[in-house]
């Protein structure tokens, strides 16, 4: 076990090295072996497995590769979203539990974080494979999450500082 963490570790290093260095073909591969390493270690729904995930679709959509890319982060989305679902089910009618309880905090941030860069990183491929129309209905589905988080009376900054700084960048009405 301890093997296959150091071995993740380093495939995930070299895939990182690599694709600073626009050399994306090789971190493809780099990144999928990490996701298969990962996804023996952990359950499929992990943090980790969901974020190498997302790191593969960008690759993808760096190489062009838009429809794979797409279905990869529809993928974690779906994912994300049931387990987020799980949390707002359970949490709704008594936040005060899940503020007195910091793991279940730490886990939902973890999802909500996963989720909210997921569904900004499908906006992107939507932007680059010029299908503006999704945009603006990924924007709503991550303002919706944040409204339902803030309403829980958890943290909202940092997930609303994500979304704010893909509007800036991408130059949508805050």
């Known amino acids: ?15 990182r090295f690599l694709f600073a260095n626009q050399r994306q073909t090789e971190a493809l591969v780099y990144a999928q072996r990490a996701y298969e390493i ?53 949490y709704s009618n008594d936040n005060e539990l899940l503020k007195s309880n910091v793991s279940k905090q730490r886990e939902m941030h973890e999802i909500v974080y996963t989720l ?10 939507n932007l680059m494979s010029k299908k503006l129309e999704f945009v603006n209905q990924l924007l709503l589905q991550a303002d919706h999450i944040i409204n339902q988080i803030d309403q829980l009376g958890l943290k909202v900054s940092t997930h609303r500082k994500l979304i704010n700084d893909f509007k800036m960048e991408h130059h949508f009405q805050i």
């Open 38 to 90: 990962a996804s023996q270690i952990y359950p499929l729904d992990h943090a980790n497995c969901l974020n190498l995930l997302i790191d593969i679709s960008v690759i993808y959509a760096d190489l062009n590769v838009f429809t794979e890319s797409q279905r990869i982060l529809e993928q974690v989305i779906q994912t994300s979203q049931t387990k987020y679902q799980f949390f707002i089910d359970n």
């Open 116 to 125: 909210i860069h997921s569904i900004l990183q499908l906006a992107v491929v």
């Open 1 to 15: 076990m301890e093997n296959c963490v150091q071995l993740l570790t380093y495939l995930f290093l070299i895939y």
